[in-house]
């Protein structure tokens, strides 16, 4: 019933700049928080950042100062705006909504697909 769908990714060189998109669909009641997260192979999965429905906004350290998540409540979608990247920053990165369906009695973590980023010259 609830998908998210993620685009935006690629491969860009140190320096610049990508924004994901990630639109949440189906019968869906409520959204509270949404958010990003990314893996690199034989890693653990990290809080990129995340927002709430208010537009409160937290950030993974590593990320500070050059990452920007923002949300269209309207559009069900949430943006990470990702700038000066680093090879470091290479992963999948995964989009997560907590979200109740009209069908569903909780609010469940719910996840994209995952986009690659590669950022490498």
């Known amino acids: 019933q609830v998908q998210l769908v993620e685009s935006g990714g690629g491969l860009v060189q140190p320096g610049g700049s990508l924004r994901l998109s990630c639109a949440a669909s189906?019968?869906?009641?409520?959204?509270?928080?949404m958010g990003w997260y990314r893996q690199a192979p034989g890693k653990e999965r990290e809080l990129v950042a995340d927002?709430?429905?208010?537009?409160?906004?937290n950030y993974g350290d590593s990320v500070k100062g050059r990452f920007t998540i923002s949300r269209d409540n309207a559009k069900n979608t949430v943006y990470l705006q990702m700038n000066s990247l680093k090879p470091e920053d290479t992963a999948v990165y995964y989009c997560?909504?907590?979200?109740?369906?009209?069908?569903?009695?909780?609010?469940?973590?719910?996840w994209g697909q995952g986009t690659q980023v590669t950022v490498s010259s």
């Open positions: 997560k909504a907590l979200i109740r369906s009209y069908s569903g009695a909780y609010y469940l973590n719910y």
């Open positions: 189906g019968s869906i009641a409520s959204i509270n928080a």
């Open positions: 927002i709430t429905s208010a537009g409160n906004r």
